[in-house]
Nanobody
């Protein structure tokens, strides 16, 4: 059974940092692409970053502030978020697919339950 479980969300002040983790169960890690997406209240889900075997993409809004990484041995994908802004507040979701889907939210087949990130003073 495949499962994605996110953790690491929370409340942080503007300018602060958080690291999100996504533990993937039931996946053959090297063959899957992974993405981080977020959804703020009243807004559509949007792509944040994604990682294939060698390729990484970032949304323009997070370039230079967020870093995605994967550790296949630990079945885990990370999202390091620095210089957080109030507009980064959202539920963050991890997604996976056998094909590398870049930031195309509608094309990922597997999703986690999400973790809340709130950036506020």
């Amino acid at each position: 059974q495949v499962q994605l479980v996110e953790s690491g969300g929370g409340l942080v002040q503007p300018g602060g940092s958080l690291t999100l983790s996504c533990v993937a169960s039931g996946f053959h890690m090297p063959y899957h692409g992974f993405g981080w997406f977020r959804q703020a209240p009243g807004k559509e889900r949007e792509g944040v970053s994604c990682i294939g075997s060698r390729t990484i993409y970032y949304a323009d809004s997070v370039k230079g502030r967020f870093t995605i990484a994967r550790d296949n041995a630990k079945n885990t994908v990370y999202l390091q978020m620095n210089s957080l802004k109030p507009e980064d507040t959202a539920v963050y979701y991890c997604a996976a697919d056998l094909n590398f889907r870049k930031l195309r939210v509608g094309e990922y087949n597997y999703w986690g339950q999400g973790t809340q990130v709130t950036v506020s003073s």
